[in-house]
Structures are given as C-alpha cells and as structure tokens.
C-alpha cells in the first residue's frame, strides 16, 4: 500500500484483537492496538493513523461510536474507520455506523479473508494523492482524503462553504478545517488559489468558468 503510518487496532476483546492485529499485519504495515478508547487516546498522540479498526461495544465512558467521532473530530474524516460488533450487527446499527461516518462495519465472529478484503478497500478509497505542484512537498504529505477531494471538487465548481456544508450533511465547521487541510497540503493559502492549483493539475474537470476564480472567497 501506498499509504504510510500504522493501522491502530482498539478491541477490548483479546482474541479478536489479536485476530484483528494479525489481519492488519499482513498489509506489511505498523499495526498499533488498545484495549479502550481511554488507552488508544494515549497512544495517538503524535501521530495519525492510516486506518483504524474500532469495537463498537468498548468498555468505560467513551465507546466505540464516540471514539470514531473523536478521531474524525482530530485527525478529520478522512481516516478510514471500520467498526467491528459482536452485539450489534443488525442493518439499523450498521447504519448508524455508517452514517456517523465509519468507513465500513463488519459483525463479530468476521472471516479473516472478509476483513483483510474490507481493510485493503478501505485503505484504496483513502489513497487518493494530489499530483505535485511547484512546492517542497512530499506525496504524503500531499495526501487528500476522499472527503477532502470531494470538497475541492465543490469549491471548483463555485459551491460556498455554507453550500457545501449543506450539501454533505456536515457543519460549516467542519468543512472549513476541511478547507484548511485542503490548502496545507496543496501548499496554497486561499481557496482562489487551490481551485486554480486544482484545475492546472487536472484534479478537478474545467467545467466552471474562468471568472469564478476571481470571486470565491479567499
């Protein structure tokens, strides 16, 4: 894979853990693991995981629907989550899931193969690397998430920020520290700027007009 970084495993159950970890390993990436939300927190900071496998029934105060909330609120949405359930596996539940914003859910006992399957789909849909442009940055650096390339898609097509929030079923919030990554990894400072940088490298289709440029909001 081309993405760098570890995969973090967090599964209060043991031997599903070790299953976990074990599928995860394959990859030939770093795999890290907790028991709970509360150690897995200690162990993220400084770093940003490539893809996380999170248990939906974690023990203690945060489970594992917050826990997601709370590495997307961090590290933005672009991390890809795959919740595991041995207790909720029902299609409301999966799509609960899916709807906070994990990228799949799979129910407890899972078939190896299923899930190294389900976890190489999952890292795919997050590889999506911006061509490099007249900067210092590395490719990984350079990493857009797939949400983030659909915002700039957006913006490319003259959307505002409050469109887009509206649009994506996201806060306005939200979408602006999209922006803000967005620009960080394109190496620009406006959002003038990441829509010309978008279009001259063939990221977005030049289907807007020439003018708009010179009227989206910095």
């Known amino acids: 894979m081309g993405a760098c970084g570890a ?3 967090v599964d209060h159950d043991s031997a599903a853990r070790t299953a976990e ?3 995860a390993c ?5 795999v890290r693991e907790a028991e709970s939300a509360e150690s897995a927190r200690a162990q993220l900071q400084g770093w940003q995981p490539v893809l996380a496998i999170v248990e939906v029934e974690l023990p203690g105060p945060t489970n594992g629907l917050e826990f997601l909330r709370e590495i997307h609120d ?3 949405d672009g991390v890809p989550i ?3 359930s041995a207790s909720r596996a029902a299609a409301i539940d999966r799509v609960a899931g899916l709807l906070l914003g994990a990228d799949d859910y799979i129910a407890k006992p899972f078939d190896d193969g299923e899930l190294l399957a389900r976890i190489r789909r999952s890292l795919g849909r997050a590889e999506w690397h911006v061509a ?3 900067t210092q940055k590395t490719e990984g650096d350079m990493l857009l998430s797939p949400r983030e390339f659909e ?7 003259g959307f505002l920020q409050a469109e887009i929030a509206e649009r994506l079923v996201l806060s306005p919030k939200t979408v602006g520290t999209h922006i803000q990554h ?3 990894k394109l190496g620009v400072h406006s959002r003038a700027q990441a829509v010309a940088v978008a279009y001259r490298q063939g990221l977005v289709q030049p289907d807007f007009a020439a003018h708009d440029l010179l009227v989206l909001p910095a």
Request: glycine fraction near 10%; proline fraction near 3%.
């Open 132 to 134: 490099k442009g007249n």
């Open 26 to 30: 394959r990859l030939g990436l770093p």
């Open 182 to 184: 967005i620009l960080s």
């Open 21 to 23: 970890v074990a599928i």
């Open 151 to 157: 915002i700039l898609t957006l913006l490319s097509e």
């Open 74 to 76: 961090t590290h933005g």
């Open 82 to 84: 795959i919740l595991v």
């Open 7 to 9: 995969i973090l495993v």
